[in-house]
């Protein structure tokens, strides 16, 4: 289009609550795929120019101390009354009045219709012994409303799709798959942090991403080191955990090393330092560590449930997160052949590859150009 055309322009909020939380796993999508429009697909206004159209990305969120954007080019305005949940459902709709908004982690305006959503898995419907019952009757309300009135939802695997049909009656023709990337781990020096305050075992260690969620199932991998005995590698568990999700089973101190939080470059240097990743958990919508463990050359055991077959198809090996056993059975056939782990690094490398934030970014812009 010659230069004397004027474009038209649209603007378009993403919603920024996120960045006053803790980076878990939808904070981390949020992050990467705007760090990666940021830096490959918008110019220095955060506008995306297409097919004659500019689409200009503002973060919006609550007021709050920090009211600089992670990213130049993208402006960040920090307004509203409320904070929470409250925001997003009173505040937001009206300072997007008009406008297009683009939530990315599992929440948004229940009422908005010129809104994209990003939904993650349907645990609320499926675990809800997990929740309380205010947070499950909120949020199995927001994803069946939110599901049917947004123009578009985003699911991260063909797993949350099922299962966002299933339980909040979303149709297939409204969710659109976006798969999260590993190219985070891939440009990140991990090798270079150092881990020597962080007192590691001397010997190869199972390595596991814990949160206090008793989804996450980490009473099995200490029933399975339990079941090993002497045969059993030593266990590092990073992130929160809470001892009551353990039940009757205690932490081994000689076996079991809890570091707690750790930062994003420890991380990645644990996993290039771990013989093997153990993530048992019993429902994922996606499940990041197991994608981040691969991309980092660290093979993986993980629970043959939910989207994990999904992500890490061959690559990995797989047990029954209700059964110990076979947990027990996984650990020692990755631990008693250099060979099958050479293999299993080989493979989750060339499977994680096929997980790129850049391919996530730019299906989202065309999204965005497409329902705009």
């Known amino acids: 289009m010659s230069a004397g055309i004027d474009r038209k322009t649209t603007t378009v909020w993403v919603n920024a609550r996120f960045l006053d939380r803790p980076v878990t796993g939808v904070e981390r999508v949020a992050r990467e795929l705007l760090a990666v429009l940021a830096e490959r697909y918008l110019d220095g206004r955060g506008c995306w120019h297409v ?4 689409f200009c990305l503002r973060l919006i969120a609550p007021v709050g101390a920090d009211a600089a954007s992670p ?13 929470g949940h409250a925001w997003e459902q009173f505040d937001l709709p009206l ?21 994209i959503l990003f939904l993650h898995d349907a645990q609320p419907f499926v675990i809800p012994e997990n929740f309380s019952l205010a947070f499950r009757c909120w949020y199995r309300a927001l994803f069946r409303v939110a599901g049917q009135l947004s123009r578009r939802i985003l699911v991260n695997s063909r797993f949350t799709r099922r299962e966002l049909r299933r339980h909040a009656g979303i149709p297939d023709h409204k969710m659109l798959l976006c798969y999260p990337g590993s190219d985070h781990v891939r440009r990140e020096e991990g090798d ?29 991998v200490v029933k399975a080191l339990g079941t090993l005995g002497s045969k059993a590698p030593p266990c590092v568990i ?32 644990l996993y290039r330092r771990a013989f093997c990743l153990v993530f048992p958990s019993f429902y994922e919508g996606f ?16 629970s043959r449930t939910s989207a994990m077959p999904e992500i890490s198809g061959t690559a990995a090996q797989y047990c029954d997160p209700g059964d110990y056993r076979t947990l ?5 056939s990755v631990a008693e052949s ?16 096929d997980f790129s934030w850049d391919d996530s970014g730019r299906l989202l812009l065309e999204l965005i150009a497409d329902t705009a």
């Not at 300072?95 to 809104?115: F, I």
């Not at 590691?200 to 980490?218: G, M, R």
């Not at 499940?287 to 993980?302: K, N, Q, Y």
Request: charged share 20%; glycine share 8%.
């Open 51 to 54: 097919g004659g159209r500019r």
């Open 192 to 220: 270079a942090v150092p881990l020597s305050h962080l007192q590691l075992p001397k010997q190869p260690f199972l390595l596991a991403v814990a949160s206090a969620n008793p989804n996450k199932n980490f009473a099995l």
């Open 238 to 269: 990073v992130g929160r955990t809470d001892q009551r999700h353990f039940g009757a089973v205690s932490l081994d101190s000689e076996r079991v090393t809890h570091l707690g939080y750790v930062s994003d470059a420890e991380l990645l240097a």
């Open 95 to 115: 300072l997007t009045r008009g406008d297009y908004l683009v939530s990315l982690c599992n929440t948004g305006p229940m009422l908005k219709r010129l809104h």
């Open 287 to 302: 499940g990041l560590p197991p994608l981040e463990a691969m991309a980092a050359g660290c093979p993986v055991i993980a």
């Open 338 to 353: 250099p060979a099958r782990r050479r293999e299993m690094i080989r493979h989750g490398i060339r499977r994680a590859s």
């Open 328 to 332: 027990a059975r996984a650990i020692l």
């Open 71 to 83: 990213w130049r080019n993208l402006r960040l305005t920090r307004a509203g009354v409320f904070s």
